[in-house]
């Protein structure tokens, strides 16, 4: 069976750092992606990354946040830095077997993590 487990959630602070870690069981997947939902918001995209690294970008997201995959280790990463008050969100991991797939409407992603929530305070 397929399993995404996220990890590196917590309670932060605005400016610091984080790296959240999704281990993949089961399968290698050509795209994995991370999205994020805040309180009271929809899910929305954040980043995704192909099998051979291309990655791609929320607008918003550009700068501040680096999406990384260990192909050996099946794992992705989301790193984030100069976090905000607004960053605050359970942050979840997904798979597709396209980057197209992952780039669309998010219902067609069948694969996801449970997620990992990220408080930052001010």
């Known amino acids: 069976q397929v399993q995404l487990v996220e990890s590196g959630g917590g309670l932060v602070q605005a400016g610091d750092s984080l790296r959240l870690s999704c281990s993949v069981f089961g399968r290698i997947f050509g795209s994995y992606g991370w999205f994020r939902q805040a309180p009271g918001k929809e899910r929305e995209f954040v980043a995704a990354i192909t099998f051979s690294g291309s990655t791609y970008y929320q607008e918003s997201a550009k700068g501040r946040f680096t999406i990384a995959r260990d192909n050996p280790k099946n794992t992705v990463y989301l790193q984030v830095g100069s976090l905000i008050p607004e960053d605050t969100a359970v942050y979840y991991c997904?798979?597709?077997?396209?980057?197209?797939?992952?780039?669309?409407?998010?219902?067609?992603?069948?694969?996801w993590g449970k997620g990992t929530l990220v408080t930052v305070s001010s």
């Open positions: 997904a798979a597709a077997t396209s980057i197209e797939t992952m780039s669309g409407d998010p219902k067609n992603i069948l694969y």
